[in-house]
């Protein structure tokens, strides 16, 4: 038996909105509700008042570090884990006691999920299949459904003869082609590698954008969050710490702990008075919560530290060049070390002297 | 880049290696099934070459003589049916329900297969026999009702072909996704579990057609009548017949196993 060798990705996405592709079925937008959502395995307990509302078309994803509940949240919605208490609504209508297959939830999971016996075809056909749909009209839907991941032509393929990228494309296909009123991914690119982690991130967002359908993606990868969500929700120990715009999260963390987790910061050393730091001369608004005056780590971002003549001094320790900026790390005379974002023709040679200030932008900041 | 053949081939055994090992292999096993082939063409006490056995036996000229032959056969393939039916039908669904919601008591599944191996026939059947004569009470006592002491010895192959099957397959994923597709339990486990594990359900079948075939002491001590123990009446009357039916059945069990390799072989190249 001659075995096919997996065939490179399908580079294009294709351009036609998907609305346009399946004009005969109506959209669907839901809204979803988790509300103090308890999740305890034995004596551990995975969600701990996990409390989330989607609006209909929204896609928010559930960042966090591993183990801090966001697949758990995910499959609490989907109905593959039984909840201990709380409350998850859709559309308004309690659903958490409903089987997974009444919930009309489409998912992606973070494994290639095909059918290992189907083809793309009969994979993408299954749920209508479930759904007593009939054969020409499933046919149809499910041809429709695989041109909108750019799949038209390998339908008669199994998995086995399709790339990663590929089968999380046919799973998608199959996840959507019934219209279900909410999508799940669970990690679906985290087994894909960065090239085509991009394009089937692009292709997810634009499909989900089309079909305005309401939408929670797992990831720990935060890169993946801000340039997907509509909003970031960031979990630690099965509760969500901020949810707001991937802007919102960057700029204004309302904690130390998601101003560590979301994109870089420098812990600067200062010292708190009421709501105002005072490090290096420069003095920080407090972000957030109240912390006790006293010794504290300001989280600065390294695009609010820059080179000036007039700064703290410094030596440079190392500079990356990565391609539009340039990252130079220093450190300053007192041992404390900082990271810098700055422009890429502003090169800094390892063991020169700098001299470094701060915007002064507000910050979050821990007790030291 | 070393290839993955180059890599095997330069950790494996040398070609001359193999071929010995081969060859030794292939002559322990061949020369016993020669030796049985050539004493079923043998002359009798006069030697020379003489088809005159085959043919008593295929056609008809050994009467009352082959009655208990017939029988065992008729008795071992309808033991072989029930068996594999019974296996399958306990087996299968107990151990999906323990890979997708009880995966803490995968262990303990594993060892109650298992003990039968550790357990010799002639205890077994020293257990076995007030059960049967339940059995017989509700059943009856016909041959057919071995299959229940030989789903117990099959347990441990059938067991492991499945278990096999299930690990390589991601069971738990594919039942989440159908599930999600709206599938009921039913639909998931005829549409998406079953045909994934048809490979090891058959191994499993096959290697317990080959045991069920073979199998003579808990026949011969429950007293019922399979090939094993007609063989035996038969060999006393016309060692030949016995003997081509030996050979027959070896060839049998030996293509059961060629297939079982073969089932191996695809299962492992679609994986890759």
Same mark, same amino acid.
């Given at each position: 038996?001659?075995t096919?060798t997996?065939p490179?990705?399908?580079?294009?996405?294709?351009?036609t909105?998907?609305?346009?592709?399946?004009?005969t079925?109506?959209?669907r937008?839901?809204?979803?509700?988790?509300?103090d959502?308890v999740?305890?395995y034995?004596?551990?307990r995975?969600?701990s008042?996990?409390t989330?509302s989607?609006r209909?078309?929204?896609?928010?994803?559930?960042l966090?570090?591993s183990?801090?509940?966001k697949?758990t949240?995910?499959r609490?919605?989907?109905?593959?884990?039984p909840?201990t208490s709380?409350?998850?609504k859709?559309d308004g209508?309690?659903?958490?006691h409903?089987?997974?297959?009444?919930r009309?939830m489409?998912m *992606?999971?973070q494994?290639y999920s095909?059918?290992?016996h189907?083809? %793309?075809?009969?994979? !993408? &056909?299954y749920g209508?299949?479930m #759904?007593?749909v009939?054969?020409?009209?499933?046919?149809?839907r499910?041809?429709e459904m695989l041109a909108?991941?750019?799949?038209e032509?390998?339908?008669?393929?199994?998995?086995?003869e399709?790339?990663g990228?590929?089968?999380?494309?046919v799973a998608?296909?199959?996840?959507?082609?019934?219209?279900?009123? *909410?999508l799940l991914?669970d990690?679906p690119l985290?087994?894909?590698? %960065?090239?085509?982690? !991009? &394009?089937?991130r692009e292709?997810? #967002?634009r499909?989900?954008t089309?079909l305005?359908?309401?939408?929670l993606f797992?990831?720990?990868d935060q890169?993946e969050?801000?340039?997907?969500a509509d909003?970031?929700?960031?979990?630690?120990?099965?509760?969500?710490?901020?949810i707001?715009?991937p802007?919102?999260?960057y700029?204004s963390?309302?904690s130390?702990f998601?101003?560590?987790?979301?994109?870089?910061?420098?812990?600067?050393?200062?010292t708190l008075e009421?709501r105002t730091?005072s490090?290096?001369g420069?003095?920080f608004?407090l972000?957030?919560d109240?912390?006790?005056?006293?010794d504290v780590?300001?989280?600065?971002?390294?695009?609010?530290?820059?080179?000036?003549?007039?700064?703290v001094?410094?030596?440079v320790l190392?500079?990356?060049f990565l391609?539009?900026?340039?990252?130079?790390?220093v450190?300053?005379d007192?041992?404390v070390?900082l990271?810098i974002?700055?422009?890429?023709?502003?090169?800094?040679?390892?063991?020169s002297r700098a001299?470094?200030?701060?915007?002064?932008?507000?910050?979050s900041?821990?007790?030291r | 880049?070393?290839?993955?053949?180059d890599?095997?081939?330069?950790?494996?055994?040398s070609?001359?290696?193999?071929?010995?090992?081969?060859?030794a292999a292939?002559?322990f096993?061949?020369?016993?099934?020669?030796?049985?082939?050539?004493f079923?063409v043998?002359?009798?006490l006069?030697?020379?070459?003489t088809?005159?056995?085959?043919?008593?036996?295929?056609?008809?000229n050994?009467?009352?003589?082959?009655q208990?032959?017939w029988?065992?056969?008729?008795?071992?393939i309808?033991?072989?049916i029930?068996?594999v039916a019974?296996m399958l039908?306990?087996?299968v669904p107990?151990?999906?329900l323990?890979r997708l919601h009880l995966?803490?008591m995968?262990?303990?599944l594993?060892f109650i297969?298992l003990?039968?191996?550790?357990?010799?026939?002639v205890a077994?059947?020293?257990?076995?026999a007030?059960?049967?004569?339940?059995?017989a009470r509700i059943?009856?006592s016909?041959?057919w009702t071995?299959?229940?002491?030989y789903?117990?010895?099959?347990?441990p192959?059938?067991?492991?072909s499945?278990q096999a099957?299930?690990v390589?397959?991601?069971?738990?994923?594919l039942?989440?996704a159908?599930?999600s597709?709206?599938?009921s339990?039913f639909?998931?486990?005829?549409?998406?579990i079953l045909p994934?594990?048809?490979?090891?359900?058959?191994?499993?079948?096959?290697?317990?057609?080959?045991?069920v075939?073979?199998?003579?002491?808990i026949a011969?001590?429950l007293s019922?009548t399979?090939?094993?123990?007609?063989?035996v009446?038969v060999?006393?009357?016309?060692?030949y017949?016995?003997?081509?039916?030996?050979?027959l059945?070896?060839v049998l069990?030996l293509?059961l196993l060629f297939?079982l390799?073969?089932?191996g072989?695809?299962?492992?190249?679609?994986?890759?």
């Open positions: 038996m001659t096919l997996a490179a990705e399908t580079p294009a996405t294709p351009a909105p998907i609305e346009a592709l399946m004009p079925v109506p959209a937008a839901a809204t979803v509700e988790m509300i959502v999740k305890d034995g004596n551990s995975a969600l008042g996990f989330l989607m209909p078309g929204e896609l928010v994803a559930l966090g570090p183990g801090c509940g697949t949240a995910l609490t919605l989907a109905g593959l884990t909840i709380g409350t998850i859709v209508e309690a659903v958490a409903l089987p997974t297959n009444k009309d489409g *992606v999971f494994s095909l059918f290992p189907m083809t %793309a075809m009969q994979n !993408v &056909e209508l299949r #759904r007593k009939s054969k020409d009209e499933r046919r149809e499910a041809a909108a991941v750019g799949l032509a390998l339908g008669h393929r199994y998995a086995h399709l790339s990228g590929q089968q999380q494309r998608l296909a199959r996840a959507l082609v019934t219209r279900p009123s *909410v991914l990690e985290s087994a894909l590698d %960065a090239k085509v982690r !991009v &394009e089937l292709l997810i #967002r499909i989900q089309d305005q359908i309401t939408t797992v990831t720990h890169e969050a801000l340039a997907m909003r970031v929700a960031v979990m630690s120990d099965g509760v969500i710490r901020q707001g715009t802007e919102e999260l700029s963390p309302t130390a998601v101003a560590d987790f979301v994109g870089l910061s420098n812990h600067v050393p200062g009421g730091i490090a290096y420069t003095r608004e972000l957030g109240d912390l006790p005056d006293g780590v300001a989280l600065v971002r390294p695009e609010d530290v820059t080179f000036s003549p007039d700064g001094p410094s030596t190392t500079s990356s391609g539009s900026m340039r990252r130079t790390t450190r300053l007192d041992n070390i990271t974002q700055h422009d890429a023709a502003d090169a800094r040679t390892p063991g001299h470094i200030t701060f915007s002064g932008r507000p910050v900041a821990q007790a | 880049m070393t290839s993955s053949a890599a095997t081939s330069a950790i494996g055994p070609a001359l290696t193999r071929t010995i090992v081969l060859s292939g002559l096993l061949g020369l016993p099934l020669f030796a049985l082939g050539a079923t043998r002359g009798g006069a030697g020379g070459v088809l005159i056995h085959w043919r008593d036996l295929f056609g008809g050994l009467g009352a003589a082959a208990p032959l029988e065992g056969v008729q008795n071992s309808l033991l072989a029930v068996t019974v039908a306990l087996l107990a151990m999906i323990v995966p803490r995968v262990r303990v594993e297969c003990i039968p191996l550790t357990i010799p026939a077994l059947v020293v257990g076995l007030p059960v049967f004569s339940v059995v059943f009856g016909g041959s071995l299959a229940f002491a789903v117990i010895i099959t347990l192959y059938a067991y492991r499945i099957n299930l390589a397959v991601d069971v738990v994923t039942t989440e159908a599930r597709l709206g599938a339990w639909s998931t486990i005829k549409d998406v994934n594990l048809r490979r090891g359900m058959l191994a499993a079948s096959f290697i317990s057609v080959a045991v075939l073979g199998e003579y002491a011969s001590l019922r399979n090939l094993q123990t007609a063989l009446l060999s006393k009357r016309d060692p017949v016995s003997n081509i039916v030996v050979l059945s070896l069990v293509i297939a390799g073969r089932i072989t695809r299962s492992r190249r679609s994986r890759s």
